[in-house]
């Protein structure tokens, strides 16, 4: 008898989840609150072992010619004072490429093929476990009942793990408010820049020549900045002392839809709960410091997949966790122990030295790429 998988949500994680089990014969449900008409109006930062997912999953070749890619990072202070610069040509990355795009790109790119497979608008509302099985409720009254498999693919917020480990505390939040938008800007002439301030952050990443990603944060305890509901005056205040293209980029927002966000991780990693399995964000979210979320999401997919593939239900759970464990932990090290010095960031005294550090190693998150690459945790 084929096994009965659901899959809750139709994110990176649960789109390339669902690609990988199309692949091989598996079926499955695959439900998203959101209707088939949202867009994703950020960008995305894709470092090597996100591409090397998307080609293994025969994805790249699809968004040929949407994508821009990057040969090196750099940092500098808030007056665009350079600190530290990084190829990303250099070992160990001379086989492999780092790019940008529009998510929404990418979304379609994941999407292709699955179109009348998800169902849209379909909120999970309940999950409760069985013998074997979990019994479900979504709005989409035709798909509730009971599944052998319930993969938990929704995001940092996952309303499977609230649901799962009701009145337990699974998320941390770091006080980190985020904006993020693409803008139009012809001929930019700009590379990726990370720009540290005080108590904030800015971030510029060309999506092409005419266009660009910009990402800005700020801890939000900060005797700087009081922030408003609106997200175009609160970057207006913080970043308006920033030089370099920063004013030039600000002058350009209006009509920018910007997307407000906050920094957010799982308080630990979950791989299953007897018949629910977490993927992406829903079992591993972490800061987006080192921009490791989506090279994530497909990898948790792959793994789990791979595992389905070959083996019953309990033992494919099992083979998954061993085979992300690791690797998980030290994602989520390399993505969250900065998050702790931003916080004292606001002292002259540590900015000083977070300077000098990145003026002897080099820019941040390209040394986190490096240890991802060069570790033995793979
Ligand atoms: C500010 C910011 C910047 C980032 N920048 C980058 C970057 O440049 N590069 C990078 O690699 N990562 C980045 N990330 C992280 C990355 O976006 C995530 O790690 C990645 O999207 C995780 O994929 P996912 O599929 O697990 O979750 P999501 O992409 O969040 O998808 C979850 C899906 O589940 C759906 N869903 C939620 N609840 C339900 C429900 N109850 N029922 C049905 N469906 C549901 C949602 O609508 C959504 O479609 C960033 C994150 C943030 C916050």
Redesign the pocket.
């Known amino acids: 008898m084929r096994s009965r998988i659901l899959i ?7 789109l390339s989840l669902a690609q990988r089990l199309t692949r091989y014969g598996l079926d499955f449900d695959i ?4 209707s088939s008409e949202t867009k994703c109006v ?6 090597f072992n ?1 591409v090397r997912e998307l080609k293994d999953l025969n994805v790249f070749d699809r968004l040929l010619n949407k994508f821009n890619q990057i040969s090196e990072v750099t940092y500098s202070t808030m007056s665009g004072r350079t600190l530290g610069t990084a190829s990303l040509a250099d070992p160990p990355f001379e086989n492999d490429q780092f790019i940008t795009l529009k998510r929404q790109d990418l979304k379609g790119s994941l999407l292709e093929g699955l179109q009348k497979k998800v169902r849209y608008n ?3 509302l309940s999950v409760e476990h069985g013998d074997n099985e979990v019994k479900i409720t ?1 709005s989409n009254e035709l798909l509730n009942g009971t599944y052998d498999l319930v993969i938990a ?8 793990r609230a649901q799962n480990y009701e009145g337990q505390q699974t998320i941390v939040d770091h006080d980190i408010v ?1 904006w ?1 938008f693409l803008i139009s800007y012809p001929d930019h002439g700009l590379h990726p820049l990370h720009m540290i301030g005080h108590a904030d952050l800015f971030m510029v990443y060309p999506v092409g020549p005419n266009a660009l990603y910009c ?1 800005g ?1 700020i801890q939000e305890q900060n005797d700087l900045y009081s922030l408003t509901q609106d997200p175009k005056e609160n970057l207006l205040r913080v970043f308006t002392s920033y030089g370099g293209a920063v004013p030039d980029i600000l002058s350009r927002l209006d009509g920018v839809e910007i ?1 407000t ?1 906050r ?1 957010k991780s799982v308080t630990e990693p979950i791989f299953f709960d007897r018949r629910i399995a977490f ?4 079992a591993n ?1 972490c800061s ?1 410091l080192i ?7 497909l990898e948790d997919s792959r793994c789990l997949a791979d595992a389905l593939a070959m083996q019953n239900i309990d033992q494919a759970l099992q083979s998954y966790m061993e085979r992300r464990q690791k690797v998980i932990a030290h994602v989520i090290k390399y993505s969250d122990d900065p998050v702790a010095q931003l916080r004292n960031m606001q002292r002259w005294s540590t900015r000083c030295i977070r300077y000098a550090t990145i003026k002897t190693l080099g820019p941040p998150n390209v040394l986190g790429w490096r240890k991802l690459a060069t570790g033995r945790h793979f």
């Open positions: 809750v949500g139709a994110g990176i994680a649960g439900i998203e609150k959101n950020t960008g995305a930062v894709l470092p996100a379909t909120d999970l979504c693919a929704d995001g940092i917020d996952s309303a499977v985020s993020r990402y944060h997307v966000d920094l993927i992406g964000d829903a979210g987006s921009q490791q979320g989506i090279a994530t999401a």
